[in-house]
């Protein structure tokens, strides 16, 4: 059964980056919006630095949570403590909102694999961990992942704010984006595989079978952003704009048939 932690959690990390991104659509916010993005398209930019705010919140959280509970590395299935879900109902309630808001502002065409990783995850976070109390060392997993997620929602502020992909402090962003990306990203995604088919048997035949799927799903998501990461930043020297920078979208200069 669901606890008060996690579902309070889950509802005010919702409340509070709509709240937020309001904030920064609005004329009172006091963050310097770019000029490309101050005028049709704030929409852009303020779910970017929403997607920043909650990778330093919940990756910082996640890392200072295994530091006080290591049992989380030791007994998966039945470790779990209030922070720990207290941290899983604040990435949960980000990925709803982060969900809403892309499909509001940029379309499902646009937008389907993050909107996709955002789906099976809330379906394990409130499916599972949340209710069941159990596998809660997965959700930090998740939080190690967020360490990357700075430097990859980062790459994208910093060409919004008019960076060069030559600039040093893009240069810098991008080596620790790569490096984050293979140790954390891939790397927590690698372990959850062979983690979910020993954890298999200690739990029901069905949640076992969603998290054996889950995992498949977010490491494909995941090799192809890669994929797009490398070739965008690598292989592509020149700034073709931010739209065609956007690893995390298919194609991102056509959305509902306007052009952006």
């Known amino acids: 059964m669901y606890t008060p932690a996690g579902l309070c959690a889950t509802f005010m990390s919702f409340l509070g980056f709509f709240k937020f991104n309001q904030m920064l659509n609005s004329q009172s916010c006091f963050i310097p919006v770019p000029a490309k993005y101050a005028g049709s398209t704030p929409y852009k ?25 290591p049992e989380y590395f030791i007994e998966r299935v039945l470790t779990t403590t209030t922070l720990g879900e207290v941290i899983v109902g604040i990435l949960t309630g980000y990925y709803i909102y ?4 892309l499909v509001k502002y940029q379309g ?18 409130l499916g599972y961990f949340l209710y069941h109390h159990q596998l809660v060392g997965y959700g930090m997993l998740a939080c190690l992942i967020e360490i990357n997620s700075i430097f990859l929602h ?16 893009y240069r810098l962003n991008s080596v620790f984006n790569i490096i984050t990306y293979l140790a954390f990203r891939m790397g927590c995604l690698v372990l959850l595989i062979p983690m ?65």
């Not at 982060?98 to 808001?101: G, L, N, P, T, V």
């Not at 499902?108 to 976070?125: E, K, N, R």
């Not at 910093?158 to 060069?164: A, I, K």
Request: glycine residues 6%.
């Open 45 to 69: 930019w303020s779910n970017e630095v929403g997607s920043f705010i909650n990778a330093v919140l919940v990756s910082l959280l996640g890392v200072y949570c295994m530091y006080q509970t």
């Open 98 to 101: 982060d969900s809403i808001d």
């Open 108 to 125: 499902i065409q646009a937008t389907w694999p993050v909107v996709l990783h955002h789906v099976v995850l809330v379906s394990v976070g």
């Open 154 to 169: 980062g790459r994208l502020l910093l060409l919004m704010y008019g960076f060069s992909k030559t600039s040093l402090v």
């Open 196 to 260: 979910v088919m020993d954890d298999c048997e200690r739990i029901s035949s069905f949640w076992c079978y969603w998290f054996r799927v889950t995992a498949v799903t977010l490491l494909v998501i995941n090799l192809i952003l890669f994929y797009r990461l490398i070739r965008s930043d690598l292989i592509t020297k020149s700034n073709k704009g931010i739209d065609n920078d956007n690893i995390m979208v298919p194609n991102n200069n056509h959305v509902n048939g306007k052009s952006h």
